[in-house]
């Protein structure tokens, strides 16, 4: 098979194969989004056994095969057993690992939506996070990561950048109040505004140290959930779990 590569990610989703090997969806910095094989990852005796479960994150070392990749070593960092110990924040984490593959791309550079999962992830088992803000806050930057982002900073109808109060999904952005009064659509206050503009355009690493009010984050809600029903065009079912929980 040749030389081994070395690659960083995070195991996306696991499909058992045949008797005892598994099929992996790893979403990696460097490759994108990869299909790799664990054989034998099934045996109990495997040193591949825990390494090859959903949000699994390392280094994986790997034999290039001309379609996939089958697994050799994996240098596991954090495992994220904390997921599993909550329902509710399971299913978070699930939607977070089905959004990022529904977004990733095979065999193209994802350094940034890697990290922004891992860092969301994290966030999840914080405690003084609240789920729900985490949520918003992940989905918002995936769109942006995307390409399929709102526009927040002006006018969608008529390019101005004061008076901006009004969302209108299929717009694909905020409206300045005279556009508003035309198209209408959801009324976003100031607060809510800077959030969402703020989410779009702070670094990664302070992208979770901030909360909101109680009407902010449920505005926040309102526009994601039309956005995303009208801009994605799959269901994801640890979604639904969540939403019926």
């Not at 989703?13 to 034998?40: C, N, Q, W």
């Not at 996939?68 to 997921?83: D, H, M, P, Q, T």
Request: aromatic share 12%; glycine share 8%; proline share 2%.
């Amino acid at each position: 098979m040749g030389q081994t590569i070395l690659l960083n990610g995070i195991v996306l989703s696991a499909m058992p194969i045949g008797d005892y090997d598994k099929r992996l969806v790893v979403l990696t910095r460097e490759r994108g989004k990869i299909t790799v094989f664990a054989r034998g990852a099934r045996r109990p005796s495997s040193a591949l056994l825990a390494a090859t479960n959903p949000f699994a994150f390392g280094e994986f070392e790997l034999f290039e095969g001309k379609t996939s990749y089958n697994a050799c070593k994996i240098n596991v960092k954090n495992y994220f057993r904390e997921l599993t110990e909550d329902i509710d924040t399971a299913y978070y984490g699930f939607y977070f690992l089905e959004l990022a593959d529904y977004y990733a791309v095979e065999n193209m550079e994802a350094k940034d939506m890697c990290n922004l999962l891992y860092a969301s992830l994290r966030a999840l088992i914080k405690p003084v996070f609240d789920n729900r803000l985490v949520r918003r806050i992940y989905e918002l930057r995936m769109l942006q990561l995307g390409g399929e982002y709102p526009q927040m900073f002006q006018c969608v109808s008529c390019g101005g950048g004061e008076s901006l109060g009004t969302f209108h999904t299929k717009r694909g952005g905020i409206l300045c109040s005279g556009c508003g009064a035309v198209y209408g659509g959801i009324e976003v206050s100031g607060s809510a505004l800077y959030t969402m503009q703020y989410i779009l355009t702070t670094p990664l690493e302070s992208l979770y140290r901030f909360q909101v009010s109680k009407d902010v984050l449920e505005t926040l809600e309102q526009i994601m959930n039309e956005y995303m029903m009208c801009y994605i065009d799959r269901e994801f079912r640890s979604l639904e779990l969540l939403n019926g929980w």
